[in-house]
Structures are given as structure tokens and as C-alpha cells.
């Protein structure tokens, strides 16, 4: 079946530094990719959607500059949380999907704990 | 806009007991249905689907029928074990990009 992995699972940094984290599509082409956040308890917040090689498409409320997303290739797009604060703290979840495909299949997330 | 309700957890069972969690959607359109599944520690997988009224998603003794009339998709399975607890979501898709979840229900089955 289709797979999609998240690298790294859980990071911690401290306040003011930028993390990265990938998500790749290891058995697939991934014309498009999904990022959420979901915070404890609650369910998943679509943050932003994007298109390999077009810009991402920002949910209401979220601040890209914040959030950066790369979707380079067909499967691997990357989620920059730059200059992070102790709220960001999160679980981040991508999932992604073939073209003509309704079905997204999600990766197994990355904690992310700023301190 | 389009969204999904889902019965309030936690939802405690022994096992081999009988497991319904409700569902109900709000759309627009004819979505499509979803059961994802999220156990502890990972992320989300999905259970089953149902794209029109009257489909029946089943997957690992989980079934859910796409009803029209009552706009929803209620999760049963006949005899739930220990490993089926999780988180479990329901979702809709409205064929474009998006897919909008209910809350989660917690689902904890003790022997």
C-alpha cells in the first residue's frame, strides 16, 4: 500500500530556532501534500496544501512566513517552523496524495517540543 | 461549510464486546466518507471508505454504510479485541483537496 514516512518523529529545540521536517511519499507520486497540526486531545487542523512546484495554499490563520512549505518534488515536501516559540509545540501530521486519487495517506507525525 | 460530529469519548469496552460510534456530516454535496484510525504513538491510517449513499466500507471486521437520508457514517464492528484501541476520526472529502474531520473518539477496550 501506499506509504508516507515523516522525518524526524519528535524533535526538541529551544525558543527562537528554526526545524524542519520531512515528508515523503516512498511508493508513490505525490502531487500533492497536506500538512496538519493536531494539537492534544483534539482533532487534525488542516494547515496548508500544496502542489508540486506551486506555492503551498495557506489554511485561514495560518502565517506562512511562520510555516514554510517546500513541495520540490513529487515526493518529498518539507514543513520549516521558523523561529519557534513554546506554543508550537505540536504534533505535525502530512499526508499525501496521487493525482486522480481522492484517498490522502498520512504519516505517522512529528512531535515537536520547544522549550 | 462542511463538517463532521462525532460521538463524545472516551468510549469504554470489554472485549468481544459490540462497538457502534456514531457519526453524522454536514455537506454541501455527495462527499465521500472516511474512517481513519489513530493508535498510540502513530499516525493516522485509514479504515475504511464509502464514496456514494448505500456503499458499505469494511475493513478488519469494521464496517460503516454511507446513509443518505440520516447523513451518516457510524463505525460498528461485531467483537472488538484490546488492539482496537485507539483514536478513531471520521472525515468527509468533498472530492476537492480538502478532508474534514470530527473531533476523534476514544476507544479503549480492557480484557
Known amino acids: 500500500g501506499a506509504v508516507v514516512s515523516q522525518h524526524p518523529s519528535r524533535v526538541i529545540c529551544k525558543s527562537g530556532t528554526s526545524v524542519k521536517i520531512e515528508c515523503r511519499s516512498l511508493?508513490?507520486?505525490?502531487?500533492?501534500m497536506f500538512w496538519y497540526r493536531q494539537f492534544p486531545k483534539k482533532s487534525l487542523m488542516l494547515m496548508a496544501t500544496?502542489?508540486?512546484?506551486?506555492?503551498?495554499?495557506?489554511e485561514q490563520g495560518v502565517e506562512k512566513d511562520k510555516f514554510l512549505i517546500n513541495h520540490a518534488s513529487l515526493t518529498l515536501s518539507t514543513l520549516t517552523v521558523t523561529s519557534a516559540h513554546p506554543e508550537d509545540s505540536s504534533f505535525y501530521i502530512c499526508?499525501?496524495?496521487?493525482?486522480?486519487?481522492?484517498?490522502?495517506?498520512f504519516g505517522p507525525g512529528t512531535r515537536l517540543l520547544v522549550l | 461549510g462542511d463538517s463532521v460530529t462525532q460521538m463524545e469519548g472516551p468510549v469504554t469496552l470489554s472485549e468481544e464486546a459490540f462497538l457502534t460510534i456514531n457519526c453524522t456530516y454536514t455537506a454541501t454535496g455527495y462527499p465521500s466518507l472516511f474512517w481513519y484510525v489513530q493508535y498510540p504513538g502513530e499516525g493516522l491510517q485509514l479504515l475504511l471508505k464509502a464514496t456514494k449513499a448505500d456503499d458499505k466500507g469494511s475493513n478488519k471486521g469494521f464496517e460503516a454504510t454511507y446513509r443518505k437520508e440520516t447523513t451518516s457514517f457510524h463505525l460498528e464492528k461485531g467483537s472488538v479485541q484490546v488492539s482496537d484501541s485507539a483514536v478513531y476520526f471520521c472525515?468527509?472529502?468533498?472530492?476537492?483537496?480538502?478532508?474534514?474531520f470530527g473531533a476523534g473518539t476514544i476507544l479503549r477496550v480492557k480484557s
Open positions: 511508493d508513490f507520486q505525490a502531487t500533492t
Open positions: 500544496s502542489n508540486e512546484g506551486s506555492k503551498a495554499t495557506y
Open positions: 472525515a468527509l472529502s468533498d472530492g476537492g483537496n480538502k478532508l474534514v
Open positions: 499526508s499525501a496524495r496521487e493525482a486522480g486519487v481522492e484517498t490522502q495517506y
